[in-house]
């Protein structure tokens, strides 16, 4: 039995139709012994109310189906309310009428709506009693279920992308990179004291824009830009003037926002798969192209030995994809560019 229990009947779609199969045959044997309450009552017709109310129930759970197709609860609640208790009624009462009309020609009794006139008014109100209270409880739980999937939604969202967060974080706080910081400062210390110091500060503050926005969704391109041009100056002290990056961004721009790390994450690319120097400088440009943002490099003729995973782009496009529902373009061929979507 807890065999049958856990396989058949905890299936939502099999308790669903259970549910309707009972309710209809309550509401069908209540209907009858309402309107032969006074008079004497039949054991077959009895039944067969109750049969007639299955079908009934499975009529209308079918049909509500496809109405909420034309009807959508959610844009037209209150027009998909009245429609669907005048459609519940219409249908119903001509099932019913359809049942009357069967039974009538199977036992040879003579069928007129004149002679049945007061029983159909008593069902018919009864009918519409009853539409009314099923679009009410109908609407009710499917707003709650709807809210219900919104949220679990929502949470779903907020879980993955605090995931992809994580991850950024991660990649910005790895020992190899901080190794490679506290190196070059050990030599300015010897050379420049001036531009250690900005090294420092350039520093500091990638860390803490990096830590202050791990759980921001979205920056300004203008706190953006800010970032990038600190970790520009880190990557500009490591591997000298080289590398530089053109920013063609205009105020108009700068207020639109963006994930944040993105620019950085790119310019960091850039820099780990090229080889460049004073001689051969590799150069970055980021500028706006209708509604899409642009980051793009010129490939430098030789690449470093170094395997992309793919995990940076991977992330934004992943950040992309949940925030917006846009995609960013990737092109690699002469250059190596990416298009991210204007975000407002």
Same mark, same amino acid.
């Given at each position: 039995m807890e065999w049958i229990y856990k396989t058949i009947i905890y299936q939502p779609t099999v308790r669903k139709h259970?549910?309707?199969?009972?309710?209809?045959?309550?509401?069908?044997?209540? !209907? %009858?012994?309402? +309107?032969?309450f006074n008079d004497h009552q039949n054991n077959i017709e009895f039944y067969l109310s109750g049969i007639l109310g299955v079908f009934v129930c499975f009529a209308i759970s079918f049909s509500n189906t496809k109405l909420? #197709?034309?009807?959508?609860?959610?844009? #037209?609640?209150?027009?998909?309310?009245?429609?669907?208790?005048?459609?519940?009624?219409?249908?119903?009462? =001509?099932?019913?009428?359809?049942?009357f009309w069967s039974y009538s020609k199977l036992m040879n009794h003579q069928f007129s709506f004149k002679t049945e006139y007061s029983i159909f008014i008593k069902i018919g109100i009864l009918l519409f009693c009853a539409g009314l209270l099923y679009n009410v409880i109908y609407f009710a739980l499917y707003s709650y279920n709807y809210f219900a999937r919104v949220q679990v939604k929502e949470l779903a969202v907020q879980r993955k992308q605090a995931e992809l967060q994580l991850d950024v974080l991660k990649s910005q706080l790895k020992p190899h990179f #901080?190794?490679?910081?506290?190196? +070059?400062?050990?030599? &300015?210390?010897?050379?420049?004291?001036?531009?250690?110091?900005?090294?420092?500060?350039? !520093?500091?503050?990638?860390?803490? %824009?990096?830590?202050?926005? %791990?759980?921001?969704? /979205?920056?300004?391109?203008?706190?953006? /830009?800010?970032?990038?041009?600190? %970790?520009? &100056? =880190?990557?500009?002290?490591?591997?000298?003037?080289?590398?530089? +990056?053109?920013?063609?961004?205009?105020?108009?721009?700068?207020?639109?926002?963006?994930?944040?790390?993105? =620019?950085q994450l790119l310019v960091e690319n850039a820099s780990k798969h090229n080889v460049f120097d004073a001689e051969n400088p590799l150069e970055v440009k980021l500028y706006r192209d209708g509604d899409k943002l642009i980051v793009s490099n010129i490939k430098s003729e030789f690449t470093k030995d170094t395997k992309s995973t793919g995990l940076g782009l991977k992330n934004i496009s992943s950040r992309y994809k949940i925030l917006t529902g846009k995609s960013i373009t990737v092109i690699n061929n002469g250059s190596f560019t990416v298009k991210l979507p204007i975000i407002k």
């Open positions: 259970l549910s309707i199969l009972v309710i209809g045959f309550l509401l069908g044997i209540l !209907l %009858y012994s309402f +309107v032969k909420n #197709l034309f009807i959508p609860f959610k844009k #037209l609640p209150g027009l998909r309310i009245l429609f669907g208790i005048f459609w519940n009624l219409v249908l119903s009462f =001509l099932i019913v009428v359809f049942g #901080l190794f490679n910081s506290i190196n +070059v400062l050990t030599s &300015l210390f010897h050379k420049d004291l001036d531009l250690a110091e900005s090294f420092i500060r350039a !520093l500091a503050k990638s860390y803490d %824009y990096t830590l202050e926005k %791990y759980n921001t969704t /979205l920056v300004t391109v203008e706190e953006e /830009l800010a970032f990038t041009k600190a %970790y520009l &100056l =880190l990557i500009r002290t490591r591997f000298g003037n080289g590398f530089d +990056v053109k920013f063609d961004i205009d105020a108009e721009t700068q207020k639109t926002q963006i994930p944040p790390l993105t =620019l």
